[in-house]
């Protein structure tokens, strides 16, 4: 099992600033991608932003404002998120694809989800 905990969320202002995290605990074996998605009201989710190794990958949306980053050595994720937009207001849920025993193959795993708000 996996247990992929978010924190970090809240209401901020447009122009503003939140940093997420998520930290991962189980029984993780290998852990091949972690990311942030995001389902904004009426819209279905999509991918903020993805590092696996060294490689980092953003939606066009957030390039330049969003940097993530990974610490393996407490399998955490964080997201950097300046100059919010109103337009960034979503659930951001935490991802990580990876081999988690009792299984010997790679799969999907998602956090609860953490709200952020931009708004006035």
């Known amino acids: 099992q996996v247990q992929l905990v978010e924190s970090g969320g809240g209401l901020v202002q447009p122009g503003g600033s939140l940093r997420l995290s998520c930290a991962a605990s189980?029984?993780?074996?290998?852990?091949?991608?972690m990311g942030w998605y995001r389902r904004a009201p009426g819209k279905e989710r999509e991918l903020v932003a993805v590092?696996?190794?060294?490689?980092?990958n953003y939606a066009d949306s957030v390039k330049g404002r969003f940097t993530i980053s990974r610490d393996n050595a407490k399998n955490t994720v964080s997201l950097q998120m300046n100059s919010l937009k109103p337009d960034d207001t979503a659930v951001y849920y935490c991802?990580?694809?990876?081999?988690?025993?009792?299984?010997?193959?790679?799969?999907?795993?998602w956090g609860q989800g953490t709200q952020v708000t931009v708004s006035s």
């Open positions: 991802n990580l694809y990876g081999i988690v025993r009792p299984l010997n193959y790679a799969t999907n795993h």
């Open positions: 590092i696996s190794g060294g490689d980092t």
């Open positions: 189980g029984s993780i074996f290998s852990i091949n991608v």
